[in-house]
């Protein structure tokens, strides 16, 4: 059976478990949390050096995996084992019908004293396959890439929020949006990033000072800061934000910026296009937060319809150059921004 990582979650706290668990997918916050739930909450602490096993895949087999699903547990009613990085296991990795065959028998048929999960990274089964059907058939299948798990660009301020609160913390809007403008939707960076406030934190209320001292992000030179310098035409903190990426190119790659500002100006070019002026409108329309919404709405009074299509033009222009489809003389990045600088100031 397929289920979401909320409805997951949700089962695993009201208690409701499964025998057979599939996690599976490139999105590994979700099979990670799942996994770790389970390996720090599911057999008492004082059990688990009996009756959890934790198997990888490149240094296990199959058959030892289904030799520990089968044993019983000590002292216990439960026994748990993880096969971490499963894709690696033989079963997963070769057509030898011998191995499948002993894990379909298992899957239906599995030891009721036995929890097992198994977390694929990076990967997912063939849906085709008799493997899979078995495990859809049988067991709880996760897959983090599927539309239900995502988290799209515009959910990210509220998913931090909610992460922030379930840890008892509180996060101000300025440090919300400077950690979800400049790590995205990548949900692992987010969460570690978080626990590098927690660890430090004396109080519950996380701060842009936070952000900026335990993450490693700019209060000033960030792409948050970036698209204020554009929606004002500031030519000042413009000029000095692009020459603090274009002195720090491992944390800001020329080709992340130039996706940011074509981002921003399709998105500008879509509201302007449609004369859209209210707030709420603009962030269903584009996908961003009513936060986020105020600086386009700025921005529409600052920027031409042309003016927006020539910029994206440019835009376009200098990603092909940025891939050496176009040869230039001068240094690349430097050249870059200094083309990109003098198309935003431009009145």
Same mark, same amino acid.
């Given at each position: 059976?397929?289920?979401?990582?909320?409805?997951?979650?949700?089962?695993?706290?009201?208690?409701?478990?499964?025998?057979?668990?599939?996690?599976?997918?490139?999105?590994?916050?979700?099979?990670?949390?799942?996994?770790?739930?389970?390996q720090?909450? $599911?057999?008492?602490?004082?059990?688990?050096?009996?009756?959890?096993?934790?198997?990888?895949?490149?240094?296990?087999?199959?058959?030892k995996?289904?030799?520990?699903?089968k044993?019983?547990?000590?002292?216990?009613?439960?026994?748990?084992?993880?096969?971490?990085?499963?894709?690696?296991?033989?079963? $997963?990795?070769?057509?030898?019908?011998?191995y499948?065959?002993?894990?379909?028998?298992?899957?239906?048929?599995?030891?009721?004293s036995?929890?097992?999960?198994?977390?694929?990274?990076?990967?997912?089964?063939?849906?085709?396959?008799?493997?899979?059907?078995?495990?859809?058939?049988h067991a709880?299948?996760?897959?983090?890439?599927?539309?239900?798990?995502?988290?799209?660009?515009?959910?990210?301020?509220?998913?931090?929020?909610?992460?922030?609160?379930?840890?008892?913390?509180?996060?101000?809007?300025?440090?919300?949006?400077?950690?979800?403008?400049?790590?995205?939707?990548?949900?692992v960076?987010?969460?570690?990033?978080?626990?590098?406030?927690?660890?430090?934190?004396?109080?519950?209320?996380?701060?842009?000072?936070?952000?900026?001292?335990?993450?490693?992000?700019?209060?000033?030179?960030?792409?948050?800061?970036?698209?204020?310098?554009?929606?004002?035409?500031?030519?000042?903190?413009?000029?000095?934000?692009?020459?603090?990426?274009?002195?720090?190119?491992?944390? $800001?790659?020329?080709q992340?910026?130039?996706?940011?500002?074509?981002?921003?100006?399709?998105?500008?070019?879509?509201?302007?296009?449609?004369?859209?002026?209210?707030?709420?409108?603009?962030?269903?329309?584009?996908?961003?937060?009513?936060?986020?919404?105020?600086?386009?709405?700025?921005?529409?009074?600052?920027?031409?319809?042309?003016?927006?299509?020539?910029?994206?033009?440019?835009?376009?222009?200098?990603?092909?150059?940025?891939?050496?489809?176009?040869?230039i003389?001068?240094?690349?990045?430097?050249?870059?921004?200094?083309?990109? $600088?003098?198309?935003?100031?431009?009145?």
């Amino acid at each position: 059976m397929i289920e979401t990582y909320t409805q997951i979650s949700q089962n695993l706290k009201n208690g409701k478990f499964s025998k057979i668990y599939l996690l599976m997918g490139e999105e590994t916050f979700f099979t990670d949390k799942i996994s770790n739930f389970f390996q720090n909450e $599911f057999i008492d602490e004082s059990l688990k050096e009996f009756n959890m096993e934790i198997h990888y895949g490149k240094d296990s087999s199959i058959l030892k995996v289904l030799n520990s699903c089968k044993s019983f547990p000590m002292m216990s009613d439960k026994k748990l084992i993880i096969v971490k990085e499963a894709q690696e296991l033989d079963v $997963f990795k070769t057509k030898n019908n011998t191995y499948l065959n002993h894990l379909v028998e298992y899957i239906k048929n599995p030891n009721q004293s036995s929890t097992v999960i198994y977390c694929i990274k990076n990967k997912k089964l063939d849906k085709r396959g008799k493997l899979y059907k078995s495990f859809l058939e049988h067991a709880i299948v996760l897959d983090s890439d599927a539309k239900e798990n995502k988290i799209y660009d515009n959910q990210i301020p509220k998913w931090i929020r909610d992460e922030v609160q379930n840890k008892n913390f509180t996060i101000n809007d300025d440090a919300l949006f400077l950690m979800s403008e400049n790590i995205g939707n990548n949900l692992v960076k987010i969460s570690n990033a978080l626990k590098k406030i927690y660890i430090n934190k004396t109080n519950k209320t996380i701060d842009i000072k936070d952000v900026e001292s335990y993450v490693g992000i700019s209060r000033d030179y960030n792409y948050f800061e970036l698209q204020d310098s554009l929606v004002e035409k500031n030519l000042i903190k413009c000029s000095k934000i692009f020459n603090y990426f274009n002195s720090n190119q491992k944390t $800001f790659p020329i080709q992340k910026t130039i996706i940011y500002l074509f981002s921003f100006y399709y998105k500008l070019l879509i509201i302007k296009s449609k004369n859209i002026y209210n707030l709420n409108t603009i962030s269903s329309t584009i996908s961003v937060h009513p936060f986020v919404a105020k600086s386009y709405l700025t921005a529409l009074s600052n920027y031409s319809l042309l003016e927006i299509k020539l910029i994206l033009k440019t835009i376009k222009k200098l990603d092909s150059i940025s891939k050496g489809i176009y040869r230039i003389n001068n240094d690349g990045n430097s050249l870059l921004l200094e083309t990109l $600088f003098k198309i935003f100031i431009k009145k």
